[in-house]
């Protein structure tokens, strides 16, 4: 019997969930973590771009793109479920290219962003948002580029840029971004009581990202989400587990 493909096994996780039983992707920062993960029975892992450039000893948006992509090829090669990547905005890198480029990892999906870094070409000091119709074309080219070969989840920034109205901006960039050709939205930053109006506005499937201390995992689905992811939150809490290691040695 012929095997699925990896990207074929990712997309079909995302759909006909129970409410109450979103998929549920931790988010490996190295090869290491993504074993813990792989043995723990979790069928598909999702790489957190602040995490990995953490590991890496960079700041959240600093990493290098060959840096990046190398990370995720350790961690793609060291498990044997789908990974999809953060990839952040792109890295200014032309949509074939970076299609290529995140294949080559072995990586079977990606995150997008919708926000301009400084450190992309033509952006500005800090971050903002970009044009929803400019984003949608260019999500459009990525997925012709790609074909059915990639799970693209196109993150929505407006929670975290402090847009007057969150929750309608957020929809209509869903909107914009799934006629592109995104597989699911990732609202990032949304709260668990906004989930029921963007569920309900928003067609296949949301990303939520669950903060440590917040709603259990089986409420943020009650409440809409599909997908739930954990930036960096997994890493960092490593990393504050080994501060505490580290301080009671000898």
Not at 45 to 68: F, I, K, Q
Request: contains cysteine.
């Amino acid at each position: 019997m012929r095997h699925a493909r990896p990207v074929d096994v990712l997309r079909a996780l995302h759909h006909d969930r129970a409410p109450g039983d979103p998929l549920v992707l931790p988010g490996p920062w190295d090869a290491a973590s993504a074993r813990v993960f792989e043995e723990a029975g979790f069928p598909a892992l999702a790489t957190p771009s602040a995490g990995v450039a953490a590991s890496l000893g960079y700041e959240d948006g600093r990493t290098p793109a060959d840096e990046m992509f190398a990370a995720v090829t350790r961690i793609v090669r060291s498990v044997s479920v789908p990974v999809s990547a953060d990839i952040e905005g792109g890295y200014g890198i032309a949509p074939r290219e970076l299609v290529e480029r995140l294949l080559e990892t072995g990586a079977v999906g990606c995150n997008l962003e919708d926000s301009a870094s400084d450190t992309e070409p033509g952006a500005g000091p800090g971050k903002a948002l970009k044009d929803p119709r400019e984003q949608a074309a260019w999500l459009a080219e990525v997925r012709a580029a790609a074909g059915d070969r990639i799970v693209l989840n196109a993150r929505i920034d407006t929670f975290m840029r402090g847009v007057d109205d969150p929750v309608g901006e957020t929809i209509e960039r869903a909107r914009w971004y799934v006629a592109a050709g995104a597989d699911c939205v990732y609202p990032i930053g949304a709260p668990v009581e906004a989930l029921p109006l963007l569920r309900a506005g928003i067609e296949g499937p949301v990303n939520v990202g669950a903060p440590p201390g917040g709603p259990s995992l089986r409420e943020w689905g009650e409440s809409g989400a599909t997908r739930i992811t954990f930036g960096p939150g997994l890493q960092r809490r490593a990393a504050a587990a080994l501060r505490e290691i580290a301080e009671n040695l000898g």
